[in-house]
């Protein structure tokens, strides 16, 4: 059993479950002129998002200036802040207004040619652009089937599972028993999400180079490639600021299909960084990408950690 909520977390999710469902009535550009207000605000007050996408930033783009990487940086927040507000759009608003703005389909023939060859599709999905918008494009055209792990206000869950299993997608736990549904999917020739860009739990992942410093990279992909002999694509929903979005399928590095872990890991992470150079400001930079590197360094990894395989 779950445990149970404090009165605060309760009231918080209502309060964000009932705001997702006034935006869910806006359209695309009217959310974005309302980023266009909050992220400013979000980059001059939140201290934590502010400094974790500079050093970020900094990190990887060491030749920008200092003042680029801060119009950078604020350019970021209000793309997050969008993408927050896109949510109850996303997942509550009428199928055929998100469908409409999807202006732009760019590298289906990807999946098209492995689904003709009999071969399933693992959708590498970073954290850019709007991956919600991806999800209802995926969910509304083929069978598909992405991991979930409820979030951290339970009030919140049955919103969220709704919204991204309303086109037909199939929610799996961040467990064997989801590995196992991943694989069958694959199996089946269905296409499957995973999230390239998080850190995975000690004993998941490896080291590998993300922008020429090492980040702890899941090891997942190889596993479900070496037993199934799927395609690997990159995809993202870019946004179209005032306008709507442009789903993008790119072609995976070639290093992803490597029986070495270390070297797929390496192709994932480059994988990650082709979509970044669509528009850099579009990457949610806010996340602690390298937290491991500096635990490990620290000498503090927990390494009985539950392993996921």
Request: charged content about 25%; overall charge positive.
């Amino acid at each position: 059993m779950s445990e149970p909520q404090p009165p605060t977390a309760t009231v918080q999710g209502r309060a964000i479950a009932m705001l997702w469902h006034i935006l869910a009535r806006y359209r695309p550009a009217m959310l974005w002129r309302l980023a266009r207000i909050a992220g400013p605000l979000v980059h001059r007050f939140s201290r934590r998002e502010r400094e974790v996408t500079e050093t970020n930033l900094a990190e990887v783009y060491p030749d920008q200036g200092a003042t680029e990487r801060r119009r950078l940086a604020r350019q970021s927040l209000t793309h997050s802040t969008a993408t927050m507000l896109e949510l109850g759009f996303a997942w509550m608003g009428e199928p055929q207004r998100v469908e409409g703005s999807i202006l732009e389909i760019h590298g289906r023939e990807l999946l098209d040619e492995a689904r003709a060859e009999g071969r399933g599709v693992i959708v590498l999905a970073p954290h850019f652009g709007n991956w919600e918008v991806l999800n209802f494009w995926l969910s509304s055209h083929f069978p598909f089937t992405a991991m979930y792990e409820p979030p951290k206000i339970a009030e919140l869950d049955p919103v969220i599972r709704q919204g991204r299993e309303r086109m037909g997608a199939s929610l799996v736990p961040t467990n064997p028993r989801g590995v196992a549904a991943l694989l069958k999917a694959l199996k089946r020739s269905e296409a499957v999400g995973i999230l390239p860009d998080q850190e995975p739990d000690w004993g998941s992942g490896v080291f590998a180079p993300f922008y020429h410093r090492l980040a702890y990279t899941a090891t997942l992909l190889p596993k479900l490639v070496a037993r199934t002999d799927a395609r690997v694509v990159t995809g993202v929903a870019r946004r179209l600021p005032g306008r709507g979005f442009a789903i993008h399928f790119l072609a995976a590095d070639e290093r992803v299909y490597s029986t070495d872990e270390t070297q797929s890991a390496t192709g994932v992470n480059a994988c990650v960084e082709d979509a970044i150079a669509l528009d850099p400001a579009q990457y949610q930079w806010e996340y602690k990408r390298y937290r491991k590197v500096i635990e490990e360094q620290q000498g503090v990894p927990n390494h009985k950690t539950y392993r996921l395989y």
